[in-house]
């Protein structure tokens, strides 16, 4: 049995101060019954209400998976196709935070923390996603430049980006590029390639934010640290 303000405050919902402050003045439920003192215990089995709302007590997960490809991004999939949530081994409800599509490799953040979810895939959510695209014949200076000044796709303009070609193989005649970009639209960095008349033959997000998939195998995930999901959250507060 614990303190209801503290389980309220583990819970990541607010301090433990505003969790004073919310059942002093009413606001929390236990099993139905408002609960307006301070010092009630509740255990784990109890439900929670604050202003008619179930407070979630399930502890956050945050994953960072190295995605293989042959793996649909989805959390169920009507072809019965092998899912990322299949690689991951918890009891746990978690979502993709975003997606990558069946062939594209890399960093994928797979958490049940719906805030942050919604931070990053928030439109206006700025941070960086590194990828490096394998693409047909020699990348040329111009297109590079229309690439990062941006291209239409869907009749919209992409925003800026940052663009490299970081090899180029005369023996397949195919060049490795590398492209910084912060939106997250369908298919985005193969239709920006596509926009310049270059065809994406393999792509890989080698970088999350500042998330890094280095030192990940195909297929394998670590959880991220807790100085890691506070940098996140102020990336994007
Ligand atoms: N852009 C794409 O085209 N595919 C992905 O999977 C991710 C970004």
Redesign the pocket.
């Known amino acids: 049995m614990e303190r209801l303000q503290k389980v309220i405050a583990n819970s990541g919902y607010c301090s433990r101060r505003k969790a004073e402050e919310l059942i002093v003045n009413s606001k929390v439920k236990v099993n139905g019954q408002v609960v307006s003192v301070l010092g009630f215990k509740v255990s784990s089995s109890d439900e929670i209400m604050i202003d008619n709302k179930i407070l979630s007590r399930e502890d956050k997960e945050y994953i960072l998976l190295n995605k293989p490809r042959g793996v649909v991004t989805t959390t169920k999939d009507d072809k019965n196709r092998k899912t990322v949530l299949d690689l991951i081994d918890t009891d746990r409800r978690l979502y993709p935070v975003g997606?990558?599509?069946y062939d594209?490799t890399g960093a994928l953040l797979l958490t049940n923390d719906g805030d942050l979810t919604n931070l990053l895939i928030h439109p206006r959510c700025n941070v960086d996603k590194v990828?490096v695209a394998k693409v047909n014949g020699f990348f040329n200076k111009d297109s590079l430049l229309k690439v990062e000044k941006g291209v239409i796709i869907d009749g919209v303009r992409t925003s800026r980006s940052k663009v490299r070609l970081k090899k180029y193989d005369k023996k397949t005649d195919t060049s490795i590029v590398e492209i910084i970009i912060h939106e997250g639209r369908n298919?985005?960095?193969?239709?920006m390639f596509e926009a310049v008349g270059y065809k994406v033959i393999k792509?890989k997000?080698e970088k999350f934010a500042f998330l890094s998939v280095d030192n990940l195998k195909s297929g394998e995930y670590r959880y991220l640290t807790v100085k890691e999901v506070k940098q996140l959250y102020s990336l994007v507060k």
Do not use: F, I, P, S
Not at 187 to 191: A, F, L, N
């Open positions: 997606r990558l599509d594209t990828y298919h985005q960095v193969k239709k792509l997000r």
